[in-house]
């Protein structure tokens, strides 16, 4: 067994690692740029959306207030006249991505940890590249591709863009394998 703490290298290294590549996967390859669709219209969308003065968060459209509501030939007929959707609204300000950025490399730390704990628990110190790597990279994996499974099963999320997703989690958890294979202690 080796401790959480004396694997600070490796969880360090592949953060950093895995949030330059992320980078490269998706500004530089730009193989991402279809995940989303323009609306047509986006100006008349976006004029009668603020009208609206929408609070940041998640909305479903039509949401009904309970499952006996979802039974009514109202709502149905509401379902069936559509549009049905899922919207995001996250408000106005600058295009910056400072926070999200730290919150994704504070992620990847934590990606790292879990890889750490799962390997250290199963391998003592010494243990062969191959061992490491299996456990730090199945263990990444998971926490990188797994969640984003379900957006597409309920939430109607293109499963193009969770197939591009899962393959950025492969190169993610390869790198993290490789990282706590190489740095692992001897």
């Known amino acids: 067994m080796v401790p959480i703490v004396s ?22 390859l730009k ?9 047509p219209n986006e100006e008349g969308v976006m004029d009668a959306l603020r ?3 929408i609070p940041d968060g998640d ?15 109202e709502f149905q007929e509401k379902q069936k ?15 910056s991505m400072t926070k999200e950025l730290t919150l994704w490399f504070v992620y990847t730390i934590v990606v790292g940890i879990f890889a750490a704990y799962i390997a250290g628990r199963a391998l003592g110190e010494g243990a062969s590249y191959l061992a490491v ?8 994996f998971f926490c990188y591709a797994v969640a984003n499974w379900q957006e597409s099963i309920w939430f109607k999320k293109k499963w193009s863009t969770t197939i591009k ?10 790198l993290t ?3 706590f294979g190489w740095l692992w202690p001897r």
Do not use: C, Q
Request: proline share 5%.
């Open 7 to 28: 694997l600070w290298l490796p969880i360090l290294v592949s953060s950093v690692v895995i949030f330059l590549i992320s980078f490269i996967l998706h500004t530089v």
């Open 31 to 39: 193989y991402h740029a279809s995940d989303h669709s323009k609306l």
């Open 51 to 53: 009208k609206f003065n």
């Open 59 to 73: 909305y479903s459209f039509p949401r009904a207030s309970s499952m006996k509501e979802m039974g009514t030939p």
């Open 81 to 95: 006249k559509g549009p049905n959707g899922m919207l995001t609204i996250w408000g106005t300000g600058s295009a």
């Open 133 to 140: 790597f299996r456990f730090a990279g199945a263990t990444a």
């Open 165 to 174: 997703n899962t393959f950025d989690a492969l190169v993610y958890a390869l």
């Open 177 to 179: 394998a490789g990282i």
